[in-house]
């Protein structure tokens, strides 16, 4: 064989194994991770590993067989539906939604690439499926059944407090279940013999308000409520409670780690490896090669106290 055909041959298998790589790489699905939350260590990035260990118990692992585009928002729910659209512009294989806000944001962006959401809320009040069996249209997902834990809450920063006329709640006005929890809150504390005191809070700022207000009113005690933007408020609002010596109970044990009172809440962990999974089986059917043409039936997970 002379050089020059050598060389030829060389460069032609070269060219055909790139292109080949580049077809692999195409091929490589890709999930849209979409989360109203901070990736913040503090707050929901530690849960992004457990979601991962979901996809790798059913064999698909980030950057060897599939991909992963993250998107969040940072507590603020106006910038969902751009976000939404964004993974839907970049044509991903499943959105993986977490909270109802982008959830909401998911389904508006698209009716046709399957959506696999984590929500505490209840799914079909909040009209993000029809049924548990039969969620319809291209969302399913897991209810963590966390409203459920509110009167809990209250109970317990009560009995921790029992001398507590008022206690302070603190809740997003912008979260899409905030007058459900307000309600739940309400005929919580009237079965307690309680008094509360509803504070309105969608940015730092009025965190700090929330928390001069609370001193103002002399509150006993307080609760925080169950919220994606709440949650990127650790360091702050343990801060404030630990300044103004309020007894405080929170829907998240991060603020524990970060040196809070006490919390009362569900094993997020294991909530979002649970949703690893079913993205896996959302989106992978037994040939791992077509999406399911139709969503799986709506898993519920008790809450699990810590």
């Known amino acids: 064989m002379r050089r020059r055909d050598f060389i030829s041959l060389i460069g032609g298998a070269a060219a055909t194994w790139s292109s080949a790589v580049r077809s692999q790489q195409r091929a490589m699905p890709v999930i849209g991770f979409l989360h109203g939350g901070s990736a913040d260590p503090k707050s929901n990035g530690p849960l992004v590993d457990p979601f991962r260990e979901g996809l790798a118990q059913l064999g698909y692992v980030e950057g060897r067989n599939l991909a992963i585009e993250f998107r969040w928002a940072e507590g603020h729910y106006d910038r969902l539906p751009e976000l939404a659209a964004d993974l839907v512009r970049r044509q991903v294989a499943v959105i993986a939604a977490f909270s109802p806000p982008a959830v909401q944001a998911a389904q508006a962006a698209t009716a046709t ?31 963590i059944l966390v409203e459920e834990l509110l009167g809990k809450r209250l109970g317990l920063v009560h ?28 005929a919580a504390a009237q079965k307690l013999g309680t008094e509360i005191l509803i504070l309105n809070a969608s940015t730092e700022q009025d ?100």
């Not at 799914?123 to 291209?138: C, D, H, R, T, Y």
């Not at 603190?170 to 929890?181: A, F, R």
């Open 159 to 186: 009995e921790l407090v029992p001398t507590a006329s008022t206690i302070a709640v603190i809740l997003n006005p912008q979260q899409p279940t905030y007058q459900t929890q307000s309600r739940d809150l309400q």
């Open 207 to 306: 965190v700090d308000r929330a928390f001069t207000d609370l001193v103002q009113i002399r509150a006993g005690a307080l609760l925080i409520g169950t919220d994606p933007f709440l949650a990127t408020c650790v360091d702050q609002m343990v801060s404030l409670a630990a300044r103004y010596s309020v007894a405080a109970i929170y829907a998240r044990h991060e603020f524990v780690r970060a040196g809070g009172l006490m919390s009362y809440d569900i094993d997020f962990p294991g909530a979002y490896r649970q949703s690893g999974i079913y993205v896996a089986r959302q989106y992978f059917t037994s040939s791992r090669s077509t999406v399911r043409a139709s969503p799986m039936p709506l898993r519920r997970i008790k809450p699990l106290a810590c």
């Open 113 to 143: 690439i399957p959506i696999v959401f984590e929500s505490g809320n209840d799914p079909i009040k909040a009209g993000l499926v029809v049924s548990f069996n039969q969620p319809g249209g291209n969302a399913t997902g897991i209810n």
